[in-house]
């Protein structure tokens, strides 16, 4: 405690002494002391993250030069990868993935953000937001078993269909392709765009009542205000939404396995499912290493491309 | 901003930080070790499964066994199948694995039994064969790596049809003795507008059981060389199956592939569902579910025209793990496992049948189905599931899961074109 | 006006689309077991959602898995979020080389597909002696949910104006005293959001809870519930639908608590 005060002290001196000189942008400690502070502050982050994600990460990467059913391993350089180019299940689940991130992006982070604004300005939002908040804290297994209600053959939503008189639109919802990708789409969407509305109202948050009473009084309104103000003020958020969206589309995995263990046959199935069915249904460790190595490929390459200007923060006014 | 009224709010934020932290580091010091994984009291051994409704089960066998071998059970469930077993093999090297361990026959035993993770029980089939327990070659073979055996059966189990004897009643129909009569009661019922038989597969291992049935039905060595990797999938007899499997779904036999067996009870007591071929584990959860011993039925499936009849078996493994804490006191209770006081308490609480002839639950269906294997000595084969190497199994039951959601002919030739090519190829990888 | 009136019928048409299917929960968990045949019903056809709670208790150790589960998320989640606040403050307020570097060390976390962690974190666990432990099980949902929770609160105080910092340094005050009685309040709701999601987020888990963790003891509850289904359920599905629709009522009490924590003090149009 002693000498966190002379140090307290000592910067207090320093900094006056600057004062005169502009902005003071860090503060002036010894570096040592520095690198001490900043380490106790990022330390245990880092620690976490590092021992119990990258590391078994980096052993599942290496895994993926072996031929490993479990139990014994042998090496074979490159060969899974090799022949995941040649897999056509492989091309299948790529394609499905990409319409899993089309469709994550357009649709619940887009409803979000909608709903974010719309339940502002109406009345009884809250009984809104709640709805659609609801199914967010809802289970995995729970969704899975209530879309299985609403989607199997004899389910909900035919015996709608056939009520109403719409016989002829009654689908086997989860049995043919693209169809059932779609639909699971529509299934996350019910309950993944709770948590894109919750982000966008702690967004809305941060936006001055003065920047938009300054643009009502220049004249904004409805949609112009929606796109010229609240978009452009949201985008710290945005960015979280957006970014967590392309992220978690891309492994994609828990509905599509309680649903369709991505069936029929491997229809359905994404880059994360056929990673798991290599490695923990048909116990080819090596390979589905390799799928996994590939998906965090592009898992990484997507999230840089689209964080890479967010990266460098644009530091406030005084930058 | 004063650095006066910093500190103070500081030091109330501190004081709520370290409070917070403290009740933090109470409830983490307040942890437990799970009561399973402790080294198990002396007189207990651990058991591996699958299926964590059976656990009770597997106490009761286990007062059973504590009068024979001294031990008793201490069964710990995993709920996912393909979580299972992939704990099984992780845990297989480390000081987590369980003593006993719940497992499959056929090549699935095979598969781990020659990577050196289980322990030989060779000697616990020689005393069930010595004291009359379990004579069946056939079935020992399916037990069998390199000529020992890997584990001992858990239960036996037949595939046949359940039915619901009221709406057979109702229907006016009686349990088929031939094909020709089996068809009749699938048209009755379609007529009726009721589904005449459930069966799921869409996206489940349930696509093998009407293959393997009509290939088996159809010609019995045929389904035992084909599954031997000896005959191929393009042969006349499967391209024949697919035919009859096709021709079923033209009928209006099948429901939606879509259905799921836990429907089943509620879809018989309505009367919506005729018939619906299953393996016979499956009693004990139909009954609970709320289905009368008495309005439950089963029989063997005629063979298609052509065929001679047989029947499908399934067998789960009882093994000890080659790593086990207590592996002298697993051997001994997998010896004692087939002895018939311990297979009367565990198909009493199953409700089906034990690779011990002799023992046999007090329930309708299932002693109906025994009674025709019996009496008819019907030859019997290996699951499709078990009877070729997983990876060949995993990939053709995806084929044909395809296949019920497209049942048309031409569907029919792409599947077995497709089933062979992969045979061909994890053939090769399973012999290298 | 007619804006007014598109707003009100869009809000209203989207909670309907939206309570639909939470509506066919609660009613299909009230089905009893015995008069379940698959298609699913729209009104409750008696009172069968004790029986069938009942039944989910007493066919898996529910209770025990809820508690176990209550104390994974309640300190994974806050012990989480203090860490992600620490490192969020490092990254954007701290002077520091390269932060880009430090933001993706972190931030890498999200990124790892959580299936490829299965089998190697079992093994290293089943090694360290952390398998099947209640604080193996706390260690691990920390790991895996500070990166989004350090990605939120990061957004978060890029908002936070420069000069707020600048002054206090003005000041003299350290670093601990500059984050505990400048940042962390300020951050509070995005604090708040990223402990609600990581709560929920260890509430639901199934993949570490089933991998992990093998005793009633240490298991959490959607382990527990696992048990219930699956191809050899005993109990039907209305009883899984009741026990996992009992699981879920703590986190839909905590969002509904928080609601109007996310909506105070904004007024977008009048």
């Given at each position: 405690m002693e000498v966190l005060t002379t140090g307290t002290k000592a910067v207090v001196t320093r900094t006056a002494n600057r004062?005169?000189?502009?902005?003071?942008?860090?503060?002036?400690?010894?570096g040592v002391r520095r690198a001490v502070w900043v380490g106790a502050f990022l330390a245990p982050a880092v620690a976490l993250v590092a021992a119990l994600l990258v590391v078994p990460f980096a052993v599942t990467a290496y895994r993926s030069l072996f031929d490993d059913n479990g139990i014994t391993a042998r090496f074979v350089g490159l060969a899974n990868y090799r022949s995941l180019l040649t897999d056509p299940d492989f091309g299948r689940s790529l394609l499905n993935t990409v319409m899993w991130v089309v469709g994550t992006l357009v649709l619940p982070v887009l409803l979000g953000l909608l709903l974010a604004v719309l339940t502002h300005s109406v009345r009884w939002g809250a009984v809104a937001r709640t709805a659609v908040v609801i199914p967010y804290a809802l289970s995995g297994s729970a969704t899975a078993l209530l879309w299985t209600y609403l989607l199997k053959s004899d389910g909900a939503v035919n015996q709608t269909l056939s009520a109403v008189g719409?016989?002829?639109?009654?689908?086997?919802w989860l049995l043919h392709w693209p169809l059932n990708t779609v639909v699971m789409i529509v299934a996350t969407t019910w309950q993944s765009t709770g948590a894109a509305l919750l982000l966008f109202l702690i967004g809305l948050q941060t936006i001055p009542a003065e920047t938009i009473e300054a643009a009502r009084i220049d004249g904004a309104q409805g949609l112009q205000m929606f796109l010229k103000v609240i978009v452009p003020q949201l985008r710290p958020m945005t960015v979280v939404v957006v970014g967590m969206s392309i992220v978690n589309s891309l492994k994609t995995f828990d509905i599509v396995w309680l649903l369709t263990q991505g069936g029929?046959?491997?229809?359905?199935?994404t880059l994360a499912l056929t990673m798991y069915r290599q490695t923990f249904?048909?116990?080819r460790y090596g390979y589905g290493a390799a799928v996994s190595v590939v998906l965090t490929a592009v898992v990484v390459a997507a999230s840089w491309l689209y964080l890479r200007r967010q990266v460098q923060p644009q530091r406030g006014g005084a930058a | 901003m004063g650095l006066i009224d910093l500190s103070r709010t500081t030091s109330r934020r501190a004081l709520l930080a370290s409070s917070f932290a403290g009740a933090a580091g109470l409830a983490l010091s307040s942890c437990a070790r799970g009561t399973l994984s402790?080294?198990?009291?002396?007189?207990v051994l651990s058991l591996f499964s699958d299926?964590?409704?059976?656990n009770s089960g597997f106490q009761d066998a286990g007062r059973q066994l504590s009068r024979l071998s001294g031990y008793r059970l201490a069964p710990q469930g995993v709920p996912n199948v393909s979580n299972y077993q992939q704990i099984v093999r992780m845990s297989a090297?480390?000081?987590?694995?369980?003593d006993l361990i719940k497992w499959w026959n056929g090549y699935r035993l095979r598969d781990v039994a020659r990577a050196g993770i289980l322990a030989d029980v060779t000697a616990a089939w020689d005393e069930a064969d010595r004291r009359g327990w379990c004579r069946d070659p056939a079935l020992r073979a399916s037990f069998t790596s390199d000529g020992r055996q890997y584990g001992v059966p858990l239960y036996k189990s037949y595939y046949a049809v359940f039915y619901s004897k009221p709406l057979f009643a109702r229907l006016g129909?009686?349990?088929?003795?031939t094909w020709q009569e089996f068809l009749h009661i699938v048209d009755t019922a379609h007529a009726r507008h009721i589904t005449p038989i459930a069966a799921g597969g869409a996206t489940s291992w349930e696509s093998s059981i009407w293959f393997q049935q009509l290939v088996n039905g159809l010609d019995h060595d045929f389904y035992l060389d084909l599954t031997a990797g000896?005959?191929?999938?393009?042969?006349v007899p499967c391209r024949q199956a697919m035919e009859v499997w096709s021709d079923l779904y033209r009928r209006g036999a099948?429901?939606?592939?879509?259905?799921?067996?836990?429907?089943l009870p509620g879809r018989f007591t309505q009367g919506r569902t005729a018939m619906c071929l299953y393996g016979t584990w499956n009693t004990g959860a139909l009954l609970d579910a709320g289905l009368k011993n008495a309005d439950l039925g089963a029989f063997l499936l005629p063979p298609p025209p052509g065929g001679n009849r047989s029947v499908v078996v399934e067998s789960g493994v009882l093994a000890v793990s080659?790593?086990?804490?207590?592996r002298q006191a697993a051997e001994a209770t997998a010896r004692a496992w087939l002895d018939p006081s311990v297979q009367r308490a565990w198909t009493g609480f199953l409700r089906d049948t034990s690779a011990d002839p002799s023992v046999v639950p007090d329930v309708g269906a299932v002693r109906e189905v025994v009674a025709q294997v019996q009496k008819e000595h019907v030859p019997q084969a290996v699951r499709y599931w078990e009877a070729s190497p997983p990876v060949l199994i995993e990939g053709n039951v995806q084929d044909l899961s395809a296949f019920m959601i497209d049942p048309t002919p031409s569907q029919a030739a792409k599947t077995v074109a497709s089933m062979q090519r992969r045979a061909e190829k994890e053939w090769k990888a399973w012999k290298s | 006006m007619t804006g007014r009136v598109v707003r009100h019928v869009l809000v209203a048409l989207v909670s309907l689309l939206w309570l639909l299917p939470t509506w066919l929960v609660v009613v299909n968990a009230f089905t009893p077991t015995k008069q379940y045949t698959g298609s699913p019903r729209?009104?409750?056809?008696?009172?069968?959602l004790f029986r069938n709670v009942r039944a989910a208790f007493s066919s898996a150790d529910v209770g025990q898995g809820l508690l176990n589960t209550f104390l994974y998320a309640t300190v994974g989640a806050a012990v989480a979020v203090v860490i992600a606040a620490l490192a969020s403050f490092a990254v954007t307020?701290?002077?520091?080389?390269?932060?880009g570097i430090w933001f993706w060390a972190i931030f890498i976390g999200t990124v790892?597909?959580?299936?490829?962690?299965l089998s190697p974190l079992f093994t290293g666990y089943a090694r360290t002696g952390l398998y099947d432990t209640q604080y193996g099980m706390v260690l691990v949902y920390v790991a895996l949910t500070v990166p989004f929770a350090f990605f939120v609160n990061r957004n978060f105080m890029m908002?936070?104006?420069r000069e707020i910092s600048e002054a206090a340094q003005l000041d003299g005050v350290n670093w601990l005293r500059m984050f505990l009685s400048i940042h962390l309040p300020l951050a509070r709701s995005a604090l708040l959001a990223a402990f609600i999601f990581q709560f929920t987020w260890i509430w639901n888990d199934l993949l570490f809870g089933i991998t992990l963790s093998l005793s009633p003891n240490v298991r959490p509850v959607m382990a527990t519930l696992a048990d219930?289904?699956?191809?050899?359920?005993?109990?039907g599905p209305p009883a899984v639908l009741a026990g996992a629709l009992v699981a879920s009522v703590p986190t839909v009490v905590l969002f509904f608590v928080f609601q109007r924590f996310f909506v105070n003090s904004l007024r977008l149009t009048s």
């Open positions: 004062r005169s000189e502009g902005p003071v942008r860090a503060p002036r400690q010894g719409l016989g002829g639109w009654q689908q086997d029929p046959g491997t229809a359905s199935e249904t048909l116990n | 402790r080294p198990a009291p002396a007189d299926n964590p409704s059976w090297q480390t000081d987590s694995t369980a129909v009686d349990v088929p003795t000896k005959r191929s999938y393009t042969d099948f429901s939606s592939p879509d259905v799921s067996v836990s429907d080659a790593n086990a804490h207590k | 729209w009104w409750f056809s008696s009172w069968g307020v701290m002077p520091i080389r390269r932060p790892l597909p959580l299936q490829t962690f908002t936070v104006p219930l289904s699956g191809n050899y359920s005993t109990v």
